[in-house]
């Protein structure tokens, strides 16, 4: 009995991060159909995220909070945090609002991936 606990248990997990996967890649293509305004001069072209730093970025950019973003990447708040500082200095910008504009004029940093893989679900922020 304690087998097939488990197994059910490993099921719905396998449930939710398929449907996390879908909702975000939703998203993903959501951005992607938005022009992206042409680049300022000051804008960086050549910059290069890890992929946390990316699905940071792209949860920032549909306005997730900072526990939000932790939430749904399975991270703690101080580690978000420590990710939003890093591509803040990577990207050249100060504020969240500053790097949502960043990553919605290019339709998502994220766009360029070519494994496949989705972020997690960004849960409620959906409807936003």
């Known amino acids: 009995m304690h087998v097939g606990f488990e197994c059910e248990h ?9 449907r ?3 909702e975000i890649a939703r998203l993903r293509a959501e951005l992607r159909r938005r022009a992206p305004a042409p680049p300022s001069s000051d804008d960086r072209l050549d910059v290069e995220l890890t992929e946390r730093e990316r699905e940071v970025l792209d949860l920032i950019a549909v306005g997730a ?3 939000e973003i ?9 580690s978000v945090k420590t990710h939003t500082q890093s591509l803040f200095r990577k990207l050249g ?4 609002t500053q790097a949502a504009l960043w ?12 494994d496949g ?9 959906t409807s936003r």
């Open 10 to 18: 490993a099921s719905l997990w396998r449930n939710e991060i398929e």
């Open 20 to 22: 996390r996967d879908r």
């Open 65 to 67: 909070s900072t526990q």
């Open 70 to 78: 932790a939430e749904a990447l399975f991270l703690g708040v101080n």
């Open 93 to 96: 910008v100060t504020t969240r």
């Open 103 to 114: 990553a919605v004029r290019r339709g998502s940093p994220s766009r360029s991936r070519t």
């Open 117 to 125: 893989a989705t972020a997690p679900d960004r849960g409620r922020l």
